[in-house]
């Protein structure tokens, strides 16, 4: 709906009180993007709490010591956090509209990210091969929920990582798929923020005297 006005100088002016087309408020995504992290955070948060209080319930079973093993979730953490910044390469590319170094570089997280969830599942299997399962003790039901509720999240941005590479690859770097970068970048960040969480209070704190 528009009408049309006339100033003081003689000139006429058009004023739209009701636009036809779509409409998206700059910044609009990155705003909800953001409130759903805090969302995610209240998840993690209960988990955190969750195992806080059920960490040393071993009901007679292996203690965090006796299954948890160092080196390797040290060098899963290193696979995660290095993908952190080669996503953050992969961003400066992006700005820079590099499509192909942007995709080398996504491509790269993408390898570390899939290399992480391999030693993870690695570790679920092994545990679960000795006995130390998520039914076995408080302990290891709170490990499992919490360890796996973030690998499940790390493998949702795994997916939405190759769906956005084959987007950019066919309509290349237009604003909405450098919106869409941006989001993924914001949540991969998060899921690393929140590992370093999980492997100091979960890992160190439970293997180390």
């Known amino acids: 709906m528009s009408t049309t006005m006339t100033a003081d100088n003689g000139a006429s002016q058009t004023l739209d009180f009701h636009a036809s087309g779509d409409y998206h408020a700059p910044n609009g995504t990155l705003l909800g993007f953001w ?3 805090m969302s995610d955070c209240l998840i993690f948060a209960c988990l955190f709490a969750t195992f806080g209080v059920l960490g ?3 009901a007679g079973g292996p203690t965090a010591a006796q299954v948890l093993e160092l080196p390797i979730v040290a060098l899963n953490t290193t696979l995660l956090l290095f993908s952190s910044i080669t996503y953050g390469f992969a961003v400066l590319e ?3 509209n590099r499509q192909g170094l ?3 570089w996504l491509a790269i997280t993408g390898l570390l990210g899939a290399g992480f969830i391999g030693l993870e599942l690695t570790e679920f299997a092994h545990l679960i ?3 130390a399962g998520p039914q076995r003790s408080a302990f290891l039901s709170s490990f499992f929920t919490l360890v796996g509720t973030h690998g ?3 493998t949702c941005g795994l997916i939405w990582l190759v769906t956005l590479m084959v987007q950019v690859s066919k309509k290349g770097l237009i604003p909405a798929n450098k919106r869409r970068l941006m989001c ?5 960040h998060f899921l690393d923020l929140i590992w370093v969480g999980v492997f100091s209070f979960v890992y160190l704190m439970g ?3």
């Open 35 to 37: 409130i759903y992290l």
């Open 129 to 131: 091969s000795i006995g």
């Open 94 to 96: 992006m700005r820079a």
């Open 102 to 104: 942007m995709m080398m």
């Open 56 to 58: 040393r319930e071993y």
């Open 184 to 188: 993924l970048s914001m949540f991969w």
């Open 207 to 209: 293997v180390l005297p």
């Open 152 to 154: 499940l999240h790390v």
